[in-house]
């Protein structure tokens, strides 16, 4: 049984930072893409950044480089997101994804990743 599990989460005013962690359970050894994607009330779920998990190429959405960071521990089965100098606008419910077995192209669409992890709340204060 696959599982992710997002920690993390939580209160920081705008420029701060927080690391989300993803512990990975149950998934087959091999590569396939891990994503972050989060979610804001009212809106769509959209796409953050994207990783290998073997090999480590990643892909960014434009509204976050240059400040999100991810990264992957494979002997730890964790993926990472590193986020600095936070906006009110990164406020919403984010998410650790994963595709199947094999699926490396690192997507931006959330009907492309097959499991999903409960999501961890980030609020950032102006």
């Known amino acids: 049984q696959v599982q992710l599990v997002e920690f993390g989460g939580g209160s920081v005013q705008a420029g701060g930072s927080l690391r989300l962690s993803c512990a990975a359970s149950g998934l087959a050894s091999g590569n396939r893409a891990m994503g972050w994607f989060r979610q804001a009330p009212g809106k769509e779920r959209e796409f953050v950044g994207a990783?290998?998990?073997?090999?480590?190429?990643?892909s960014y959405a434009d509204s976050v480089k240059g400040r999100f960071t991810i990264s992957r521990d494979n002997a730890k089965k964790t993926l990472y997101l590193q986020m600095d100098s936070l906006k009110p606008e990164d406020t919403a419910v984010y998410y650790c994804a994963a595709r199947r077995l094999a699926s490396m192209p690192l997507t931006i669409t959330p009907g492309s990743y097959a499991y999903w992890g409960q999501g961890t709340q980030v609020t950032v204060s102006s």
């Open positions: 990783i290998t998990w073997i090999g480590g190429s990643i």
